[in-house]
């Protein structure tokens, strides 16, 4: 698994519950280090071990965690850079919802041996899609559950999520568009600004 992904898993438990939970959390998973390197590659067995851990040590269900992780990884200020590059897919949420797609060959554009789950927006209505996600690691669906509520609050947009379960190794995310400006939404600059 691609150290991106355990270092994101690392940065969230940190960020959202301390370093304690953090060591505990490797300690459990019998890691015999606590630091992620993000640039390098670990045995794929590691991350399910490493997020059955941290679901102990929290006492968190996984379908929760993997939500919670997906919120993370939008909204928080440490990942920033994620944020950009999904704010890149549109100017508002439904054209973000349809640049999903495209995700996992955008993220190699940044990244190239960087995995992501396989995406598949379906369009069923005006105000009605839903997303198939297809992971190498269980929970997928509901990691970008999360990961689509933040970037509706992000846009403004609001919206009803419902993971409807899994189906020959697809997960599928309900989504129902209720109103496109709800709130104000995130700033956003194509730029980045140096300060």
């Known amino acids: 698994m691609h150290g991106l992904v355990n270092r994101a898993i690392q940065r969230f438990v940190i960020d959202s519950?301390?370093?304690?939970?953090?060591?505990?959390?490797a300690q459990r998973a019998n890691l015999n280090f606590v630091d992620f390197e993000?640039?390098?590659?670990?045995?794929?067995?590691?991350?399910?071990?490493?997020?059955?851990?941290?679901?102990?040590?929290?006492?968190?269900?996984?379908?929760?965690?993997?939500?919670?992780?997906?919120?993370?990884?939008?909204?928080?200020?440490?990942?920033?850079?994620?944020?950009?590059?999904?704010?890149?897919?549109?100017?508002?949420?439904?054209?973000?919802?349809?640049?999903l797609d495209d995700l996992p060959d955008r993220a190699r554009l940044a990244v190239p041996d960087l995995t992501l789950p396989s995406?598949?927006?379906?369009?069923?209505?005006?105000?009605?899609?839903?997303?198939?996600?297809?992971?190498?690691?269980?929970?997928?669906g509901h990691l970008f559950t999360g990961v689509l509520r933040a970037m509706a609050d992000d846009y403004g947009a609001l919206v009803f999520l419902e993971?409807?379960?899994?189906?020959?190794?697809?997960?599928?995310?309900?989504?129902?568009?209720?109103?496109?400006?709800?709130?104000e939404g995130r700033g956003f600059d194509l730029g980045v600004r140096s300060e």
């Open 17 to 25: 519950y301390g370093a304690a939970q953090w060591s505990a959390s």
């Open 38 to 99: 993000a640039m390098w590659f670990y045995d794929d067995e590691i991350t399910p071990r490493l997020l059955a851990a941290v679901c102990d040590v929290l006492d968190r269900p996984y379908d929760e965690l993997m939500e919670d992780i997906g919120t993370y990884l939008v909204s928080h200020p440490n990942v920033e850079a994620l944020r950009r590059l999904l704010r890149f897919g549109g100017v508002n949420f439904v054209e973000f919802l349809h640049s």
């Open 119 to 140: 995406l598949e927006l379906r369009e069923h209505s005006a105000n009605t899609y839903s997303l198939c996600c297809r992971s190498e690691l269980p929970g997928g």
């Open 163 to 183: 993971h409807q379960g899994t189906d020959d190794g697809v997960e599928t995310v309900s989504i129902s568009l209720l109103e496109t400006d709800f709130a």
